[in-house]
Structures are given as structure tokens and as C-alpha cells.
């Protein structure tokens, strides 16, 4: 068998596209589950649309997502250049070459032509009107220095066949088809010629890629059957889609990786998570490590429906990670959005504890931890909760024995605090959990929060603990 060598080619047109990660993923899940290579290949022909910086985002995005290309620009390889502008003086041979098999022809048209070609309704096909320039025109042409490209001549009549492995037979009518450009007039190659070539001499198996290449691929096969090359086995992934309606689509700054990240994400739970959109493991599982990932990998789980980008569930799967993390790789994450918290001499570790498993995305953490930062002023009214039978008389009552609790206590970390608290309660003849409950509104004013109230008491320390005790039992007054 043919060694399995799969590639991903993006181009550096700005930040990695959760669909653009996908197949990069796929790619690499394939091949490695077939112990072959996955190849990076930067496609970067439409100088207009480069941007600076965006070769470095792919590169970043695919080692952070553990995406080891085993062949790529800065890794070195075979079957170099892997960049498409470094490799511009290889096309205009071949593209001459499929020019003397009938595969292409030299174009003159000016763009005042091109635009003539519209119709009624805006759309536009060229019409063939240099193909029966004869090849030693073209040439006396050329050498007058008269611009040109050079485009692929589709058939008028008949239909293309070919095999796809999600898809089955995939039938597409000439008919449909445009004689695109191969060669620009700046003698760079488009997309459609480039990656036929790259394939071919990079040795490519397996191309995989998203389905609105299904209906161009016909064009790319005639380029193969005219050379004698052996065509590669495709693969087209089903759509993502931001809806039930809308694709999820890069042009409108949907789902962008780095995105992600910045909003609290970690890379492992974003490429677990786009693992799943379109692909279903036998065992049906959910949270999978890389490794894990290419051991069930099988093309057999590709769905061929549309999947829907279910951010509810991605949140869920980030939780998971954050909840398995050791402390110390929790706090190394979570660095930048503590950061962005003034926490003073809080104890960071202590933090870290309380709230790892109580958030599912890291940029919660400065909203979550606000209340140990300050705590607003709040109407007594908190105290009223009929579930843990307290209201503001009962805090009252609590608050001023609870005060000199703490005052006098020893230690002030978590276990001794609940241990001597709850004496407390016995003796005022109440509930631990009511004087618990008023205790956590007095110092944090929310109902609600990460930590019951010793863990908030052994993170604030024993000084600023009792200041907020006193402060609420003057908002009580």
C-alpha cells in the first residue's frame, strides 16, 4: 500500500478558522492513525490577500493544539519549498506543458471583455474566445511583451465522475464548469493549478478538505488525467454551521482559534471539541486526549450532515479540562485573567482551589472572584431565605458572636474555622448551616458564590474577614 501522506495548506489570510483547525486535525488524525505524514504547505499565491503575521498564528495554533507536521516551512523536508510563493518558477512549466497536451490555452482578453461577458442576471463565463488562437500567435504575442494567463480548457460536453470516501460517486456536468485561470498575469498560480502541481510532487495520498470543493474537484482530475498523474484519494468534510441556517464562516469573524483563547479556553478542550464536529468515535466517547484521538480515528464516523457549533457544549467540555488540571497547571493558565484582577496579597493557590471547579471558562475567574476583592454595600433583605430558615433578625443575632469568634480564634484556616464555628451555632442554639448562610452574605453580600464561608473566611485572613463582619453588622443598623 501507498504510504499515507495527507496535507494541510492553508493560507495566511489572518487567524485559524475553527473549520480550517478542523481539517488540519482530520488530516493529521489520518495520517497518523495510518502511520504516515502529515505535511504542512503554506498557500499563499493571492499576494493581495496576505497578512502579515498569519504565518506565525499557523504555526502557533497547530503545535499549541498538538498538531506536529512532519513536514512543513520551518521544519524542514523532502519535498521543499513548502511555501507557494517560493516555488512560483516550477508552474509556468508545467501549466506550458499542459498547454501542449490541450489541457490549457494562452488568454488575451482585457478586462474590458471579461466584464462584457455578464449577463442579465450578473453572472459571468468566459466564453473560449482565445482557444482557437493558434500557438504560434500566442507566442509572437507573448514575445511582444502583450499580457496574458493562461487558462484550463474544460470540456463543453459530458459530465466527470469520481470517488469520494464520505460521499461515494460524485457526478458533476462540464456544463457547470468555467475555464478558470491557472496562470496570472503577474505569472503566479491560482489555487486551482497550484495545489494540483504541489500534490502531485509532494506525493499527497489523501486530499482532505471541505465540501465546497466537491463540485471543483472535476477540474483538478482533468489537470491529473491530462498529465498521467495518478489522481489522490479525496476526502470532503461535511460543513460546520453556526446554525440551523448559517454557515459558520471566517468572513464574518466567526470562531476564530485565537479567539478562544483569549475569552478562556484552553487549546486541548477547542480541539477536542472540533474532533467532534462531523465525527463520532465507535466507543462514543467524548473528552479525548490527541493520542487518543488518532487510535479511534476512522473515516467510517464522518458524518456526511452538516454539524452545528454548539458553544453550550463546548463550554462544558472546557469545564472538563479545567476540573482534571493539577493546581499548579490551573494557576499557570489562568495567569493573564488573574492578572486582570487586583488580588493584592490574596493567596493565589487558595483562590485557584475554589474556583477551578466551579467555572467552565477561564474568563469568568475576574467576575467570580470580584466579591473577595470588595464587597458592595447590600440590602438586609439578603438575609430572608425561607430554605435555610434565616432572615436579618437571625443575622442579628449571629453576626455580633460570630464577630468575637473570630476575634479570639487561634487559627484561621479552613477545617479549625468550620470545627469552631459550628461550636458556635450549638451554642446560640441554631442551625451550623443558618449561621453559615449569614455569615456568607455578611462577607461576601451575594447569595451566591464559589466556596461556603470558612473557605471565603481562610481566603480573605483573619483582619479583613472581621473588618467585613463589623461593616455588616453596621449595614445592619
Known amino acids: 500500500m501507498k504510504k499515507v501522506r495527507t496535507r494541510f495548506a492553508p493560507s495566511p489570510t489572518g487567524f485559524m478558522h475553527l473549520g480550517g483547525l478542523r481539517t488540519a486535525l482530520y488530516a493529521y488524525l489520518f495520517a497518523k492513525h495510518n502511520d504516515g505524514d502529515f505535511i504542512l504547505r503554506i498557500e499563499d499565491t493571492d499576494r493581495e490577500r496576505f497578512v502579515e503575521g498569519a504565518l506565525e498564528v499557523i504555526y502557533s495554533s497547530l503545535l499549541s493544539s498538538g498538531l506536529k507536521y512532519d513536514e512543513g516551512p520551518d521544519v524542514g523536508g523532502n519535498y521543499g519549498p513548502y511555501v507557494q510563493s517560493e516555488r512560483k518558477n516550477l508552474y509556468l512549466g508545467y501549466a506550458k506543458k499542459l498547454i501542449d497536451l490541450g489541457g490549457a490555452y494562452y488568454c488575451f482578453c482585457s478586462k474590458e471583455r471579461l466584464e462584457s461577458l455578464t449577463d442579465e442576471n450578473g453572472n459571468r463565463k468566459y466564453d473560449k474566445h482565445c482557444l482557437k488562437i493558434s500557438k504560434e500567435e500566442a507566442e509572437r504575442r507573448i514575445a511582444n511583451g502583450e499580457s496574458y494567463v ?84 479525496y476526502i470532503h468534510l461535511p460543513t460546520i454551521m453556526k446554525d440551523a441556517t448559517r454557515k459558520l464562516s471566517k468572513r464574518y469573524g466567526d470562531a476564530n482559534f485565537d479567539d478562544f483563547i483569549s475569552k478562556g479556553y484552553v487549546e486541548e478542550a477547542i480541539i477536542n471539541y472540533v474532533a467532534l464536529l462531523g465525527w463520532c468515535p465507535k466507543n462514543n466517547a467524548e473528552k479525548m486526549a490527541v493520542p487518543e484521538m488518532i487510535e479511534l480515528f476512522d473515516l467510517t464516523g464522518i458524518s456526511k450532515s452538516p454539524s452545528i457549533f454548539d458553544d453550550v457544549k463546548l463550554k462544558w467540555l472546557n469545564g472538563e479540562y479545567l476540573k482534571a488540571m493539577s493546581d499548579e497547571e490551573f494557576i499557570k493558565r489562568a495567569k493573564p485573567f488573574f492578572e486582570k484582577c487586583d488580588i493584592g496579597s490574596l493567596n493565589v493557590e487558595k483562590i485557584a482551589k475554589l474556583i477551578k471547579s466551579r467555572i467552565e471558562i477561564l474568563s469568568e475567574i475576574p467576575e467570580k472572584i470580584a466579591f473577595l476583592i470588595k464587597r458592595e454595600d447590600f440590602d438586609k433583605a439578603l438575609y430572608e431565605n425561607k430554605k435555610q430558615k434565616t432572615d436579618y433578625l437571625l443575622a442579628e443575632k449571629v453576626l455580633p458572636v460570630v464577630l468575637k469568634t473570630l476575634e479570639n480564634i487561634s487559627s484561621f484556616d479552613n477545617d479549625t474555622l468550620f470545627a469552631t464555628l459550628s461550636q458556635t451555632a450549638e451554642s446560640l442554639e441554631i442551625k451550623s448551616r443558618q449561621l453559615f448562610y449569614v455569615l456568607r452574605i455578611a462577607l461576601t453580600g451575594l447569595e451566591v458564590t464559589p466556596g461556603g464561608a470558612t473557605e471565603v473566611l481562610e481566603i480573605l485572613g483573619k483582619e479583613e474577614s472581621i473588618s467585613r463582619v463589623k461593616s455588616a453588622i453596621e449595614l445592619l443598623k
Open 150 to 233: 493562461i487558462r484550463q480548457n474544460i470540456p463543453l460536453e459530458g459530465k466527470s465522475s469520481y470517488e469520494d470516501l464520505i460521499y461515494g460517486t460524485i457526478e458533476v456536468d462540464y456544463s457547470d464548469l468555467e475555464d478558470n485561470i491557472l496562470i496570472k498575469s503577474d505569472g503566479m498560480p491560482t489555487y486551482n493549478f497550484a495545489n494540483v502541481v504541489d500534490d502531485h510532487l509532494m506525493e499527497i495520498s489523501h486530499v482532505i478538505r471541505g465540501t465546497e470543493y466537491l463540485s471543483s474537484t472535476p477540474k483538478y482530475n482533468l489537470m491529473y488525467d491530462a498529465f498521467g498523474w495518478e489522481r489522490p484519494v
